[in-house]
């Protein structure tokens, strides 16, 4: 079954920390994970990506963590803000078919 | 550029009766999909168009939902009857191609309430 699974389903992280949310998957066919944030009121933007050939991908203070034997995948976000309190979804696409499967979500919540 | 376009962005309806969603996608994105984010939960792939054509429609209820891309641009998604469970946001989004993945581009979404 195509199902990625995510963790914690909420999280409060202090102004300046590090926020860590986790997905793990079953399906070996997977070939492409990316990170989706989702305000309210508004459609999922996609954050960051990774393919399964590199174990990490920074993109300023946001890093995908990948560890393809455990198969599971880890978005961490340095220096946590308040305007980074949203949802946050993983998700996981099988090569050649566009559809991708989405992590059950983590609402983050950044407090001062 | 523009976004993807949806509207309306809320309906509240009865139950047994009839909605339709409208989409209309990035300019000269070729794929278009239809999601169903119930609360609490990630977004679940109703539809996937690839112009006109569906790719993927294995997980839409089709004896009440339909969909479809007339010209390849625009989309419609119509539900008939509506059941409570349908209360939902419905998402659309479009892509530029099947095979190389530059990110989906959601649009706001459709929050439809059932009563």
């Known amino acids: 079954q195509q199902q990625v699974k995510q963790s914690p389903q909420s999280l409060i992280v202090q102004k300046g920390g590090i926020s860590i949310i986790n997905c793990a998957y079953e399906?070996?066919?997977?070939?492409?994970f990316p990170w989706y944030q989702q305000f309210p009121g508004k459609g999922p933007a996609l954050l960051i990506a990774?393919?399964?050939?590199?174990s990490e991908k920074k993109e300023g203070r946001f890093t995908i963590s990948f560890n393809k034997s455990a198969k599971q995948f880890s978005l961490h976000i340095m220096d946590s803000q308040p305007g980074d309190s949203a949802t946050y979804f993983c998700?996981?696409?099988?090569?050649?078919?566009?559809?991708?499967?989405f992590g059950t979500g983590t609402r983050l919540t950044i407090i001062p | 550029e523009a976004g993807v376009a949806q509207s309306p962005r809320y309906k509240i309806i009865e139950k047994r009766q009839s909605v339709a969603f409208w989409c209309n996608p990035i300019?000269?994105?070729?794929?278009l999909y239809w999601y169903q984010q119930i609360l609490g939960q990630g977004p679940k792939l109703l539809i996937q168009?690839?112009?006109?054509?569906?790719?993927?429609d294995s997980q839409l209820p089709k004896d009440r939902f339909s969909a479809e891309r007339l010209k390849g641009v625009d989309s419609t998604l119509k539900i008939q009857p509506a059941k409570l469970e349908d209360s939902a946001v419905y998402l659309c989004?479009?892509?530029?191609?099947?095979?190389?993945?530059?990110?989906?581009?959601f649009g706001s979404g459709t929050r439809l309430t059932v009563v």
């Open positions: 989004a479009s892509s530029l191609e099947l095979e190389e993945h530059s990110g989906y581009t």
């Open positions: 399906n070996t066919a997977f070939d492409y």
């Open positions: 990774i393919r399964p050939d590199v």
């Open positions: 998700a996981a696409r099988t090569f050649g078919n566009e559809k991708l499967t």
């Open positions: 300019s000269g994105h070729a794929t």
């Open positions: 168009f690839q112009n006109n054509g569906v790719v993927d």
